[in-house]
């Protein structure tokens, strides 16, 4: 169907697309823990962003129960943040040189 260079073109294409997948299916197995209160709520997520496990400090479930749900709110926060760094920075080489957008998200996350 495809001829000279965009024959080249697209074997490159779905080459990188492969390595696209295995990235991805690498950052999955990976996990990233977020903090809140100078290590009082801890929140795990996995690569997908699934929450793993919640651990509270005793001590502040005494406090406010607002308070321990803000607490857990930046905790699950922090751990996000950690998450799209984790995916920037696994993902920058299949992005350089596309000159995207910024806040394009890619590949479409």
């Given at each position: 169907?495809?001829?000279?260079?965009?024959?080249?073109?697209?074997?490159?294409?779905?080459?990188m697309?492969?390595?696209?997948?295995?990235?991805?299916?690498?950052?999955?197995?990976?996990?990233?823990?977020?903090?809140?209160?100078?290590?009082?709520?801890?929140?795990?997520?996995?690569?997908?962003?699934?929450?793993?496990?919640?651990?509270?400090?005793?001590?502040?479930?005494?406090?406010?129960?607002?308070?321990v749900?803000?607490?857990?709110?930046?905790?699950?926060?922090?751990?996000?943040?950690?998450?799209?760094?984790?995916?920037?920075?696994?993902?920058?080489?299949?992005?350089?040189?596309?000159?995207?957008?910024?806040?394009?998200?890619?590949?479409?996350?």
């Amino acid at each position: 169907m495809f001829d000279g260079p965009l024959k080249d073109m697209m074997k490159q294409a779905q080459k990188m697309t492969g390595q696209m997948e295995e990235a991805q299916q690498a950052i999955a197995l990976k996990e990233v823990i977020g903090e809140s209160g100078a290590g009082l709520v801890s929140v795990t997520l996995n690569g997908n962003g699934d929450c793993r496990s919640v651990k509270i400090n005793p001590n502040v479930l005494t406090d406010d129960p607002e308070i321990v749900g803000e607490l857990i709110a930046s905790a699950i926060n922090d751990a996000n943040l950690k998450l799209e760094a984790l995916k920037k920075d696994s993902m920058s080489s299949f992005t350089e040189g596309l000159n995207l957008p910024p806040g394009f998200k890619f590949p479409f996350s």
